[in-house]
């Protein structure tokens, strides 16, 4: 007996591999799981950055666009048109409260550069005309706080006058640092002076010449309220809840579950920030989305795996099913080989220990030498034919066959061969037929000697009905043998195989059906079968029809 170790089938190391292997899938997708999470946890810290340009963007807009349109009246804006402009920012940005206007003119004094007030309006949303707050020749007298902002402009103006190059235009630094006063919801601007308006307002300042000449200089504050900016959320997935709230805000909430971030908001909204929180059940659904397609990618590694897996435990089995089929087919070759040449050795030593041979015994010897002579060339045609024609190395010789002096010679011939049997033939509507004729012989002989062998007695019959098929040649061979059970007819045409039965454990290497199967392969046919266990069988060959 072989030894069947080398080839057996390790179920527990299959069970261990696939038990390793869903563990590393599990832990794999756990792994993909925090991955994902920790992946949103950091981009909700990052993409606040997102949402805080987004929410800025009107103050921006303000700060970079709108405000700077002061500069375009050069200093000759008046109450009607200051209030044109003020109510067009009001009613554009809800997060100006209101707006003062102050009327300022430059002029020559004693002391250099003079900067005053001639009157200072306000402009609110709620009011629809413009307020007079102060009025130089009024007699009131200059609210401090108010004056303050006007004064830290005159100033911001004289300290630019003193670096002032008239030769170029003033710079953006020059117009951030010297014309623009920015504090936490507050911001004042003042109009950009013409190189014209500098170069006076530098005389003023060195005393060079008495000028009695005024010019008109504008400065307006804008009142900010950081809690009127509205909030857009360019971010949901990620950000349940943004809100402004005051800089140093802190929440008492201890919720352990509870994601919060922040941003300060810049310029005149840097007293307030913008608050970021969530709730992680919140966040399951985006955690979620990025985790499908890591567990997808992950499923399909594995599917890969698990296929490779497959495929190697296939090839095993495979590998383990060809050696039980080869070594099979070496013990029933053997077999095959050793009957005949055992009879043969038998005869010859009868006659070689004979002193002298009747013609009866003569004859006997000589008949027992023929038949299993034939027997051994047979089948080492059949396993030289095989191979043949599995590596392509005939050819077909096509020639035309009378398909009645074809079946007549075989039918003759299985008679004088086995008398009992019961083989008949019938032609419907066709008498010739190209092809090789040889090879065709090799299927007839291999279909007929199995409906013999697989029948019992006093059944031993076939008949093989032969007709044509559109642009084919049909075959058609029923017996009434054992018939083959359902399980083995996928395997029946496989080359070594046997089906399991009493008829079949001596005589056969499994060869007889997978050499018609290659064979029909090989000259452009077919070959099928159809099975009723203790019934019979039918065989039914196609070839291409050329007549």
């Known amino acids: ?55 800025i963007e009107s103050y921006n807009d303000l700060f970079f666009n709108k405000i700077p349109e002061v500069s ?46 001639r009157a200072v309006y306000q402009f609110r949303r709620d009011c629809p005309k413009s307020q007079v707050i102060y009025r130089a020749n009024s007699g009131e007298k200059f609210d401090i706080r108010i004056a303050d902002d006007f004064n830290s402009m005159a100033a911001r103006l004289a300290s630019f006058i003193d670096i002032a190059d008239t030769s170029r235009s003033v710079n953006n630094d020059e117009i951030n640092k010297f014309f623009y ?28 010449i008495d000028n009695n000449s005024i010019y008109e200089q504008d400065i307006l504050s804008y009142y900010i309220d950081p809690q009127d900016l509205k909030l857009v959320n360019n971010h949901p997935e990620l950000y349940e809840k943004i809100e402004i709230k005051p800089l140093f805000y802190a929440t008492l909430d201890t919720d352990p579950d509870l994601l919060t971030t922040e941003s300060p908001l810049p310029g005149a909204l840097a007293s307030y ?33 698990f296929v490779i897996g497959y495929l190697i435990y296939r090839n095993i089995s495979f590998n383990n099913k060809m050696f039980k089929l080869q070594y099979d087919f070496v ?99 066709v008498s010739t037929l190209h092809t090789d004729q040889v090879l065709l012989g090799s299927v007839f002989q291999n279909l007929i000697d199995n409906a013999y062998k697989y029948s019992e007695e006093g059944s031993k019959s076939l008949k093989i009905t032969i007709f044509r098929q559109k642009k084919q040649i049909m075959f058609k061979f029923v017996d009434k043998g054992i018939g083959i059970p359902r399980s083995e007819l996928i395997n029946i045409f496989k080359k070594f195989y046997r089906v399991k039965s009493q008829y079949n454990q001596q005589g056969s290497v499994g060869l007889g059906l997978a050499f018609c199967k290659e064979l029909l392969n090989f000259m452009d046919g077919d070959i099928q ?19």
């Open 72 to 117: 375009f009246y050069q200093g000759y804006l008046d109450s009607n048109s200051a209030f044109i402009y003020a109510d067009s920012v009001l009613k554009k940005y809800a997060f100006v409260k209101r707006i003062l206007f102050f009327d300022a003119y430059v002029s020559h004094t004693p002391t250099g550069l003079g900067i005053t007030p």
């Open 181 to 208: 006063a920015v504090i936490p919801e507050k911001i004042t601007y003042m109009n950009i002076p013409r190189k014209e308006d500098i170069k006076a307002y530098k005389q003023f300042v060195e005393s060079e």
């Open 1 to 55: 007996m072989p030894n069947h170790n080398h080839y057996r089938k390790n179920y527990w190391l299959i069970i261990t591999f696939a038990v390793l292997a869903s563990l590393l899938f599990i832990i794999a997708l756990g792994f993909a799981k925090k991955y994902a999470r920790k992946l949103v946890e950091n981009e909700f810290v990052g993409k606040k950055i997102d949402v805080l340009d987004k929410n």
């Open 529 to 547: 079968v159809k099975s009723t266990l203790g019934k019979g069988s039918t065989f039914l060959v196609t070839l291409p029809y050329v007549h």
């Open 273 to 305: 920030k913008i608050y970021f929180s969530a709730n992680r059940n919140f966040l399951i659904k985006e955690v979620n989305r990025r985790f499908m397609p890591l567990a997808l990618m992950i499923s399909l590694g594995y599917l890969v795996l």
């Open 331 to 429: 013990n029933n070759l053997t077999h095959e080989f050793k009957t005949p040449v055992s009879v043969i050795k038998i005869a010859g030593n009868n006659i070689q220990s004979a002193k002298e041979l009747k013609e009866d015994a003569r004859k006997l010897y000589g008949k027992i030498l023929d038949e299993e002579a034939d027997k051994l060339n047979n089948l080492l045609n059949t396993l030289l034919s095989f191979t043949q024609i599995e590596n392509k190395s005939i050819k077909l010789k096509y020639e035309k066959v009378n398909l009645k002096d074809f079946c007549e010679k075989i039918v003759n011939r299985y008679q004088l061969k086995y008398p009992g049997f019961d083989l008949q033939y019938e032609l419907k509507d």
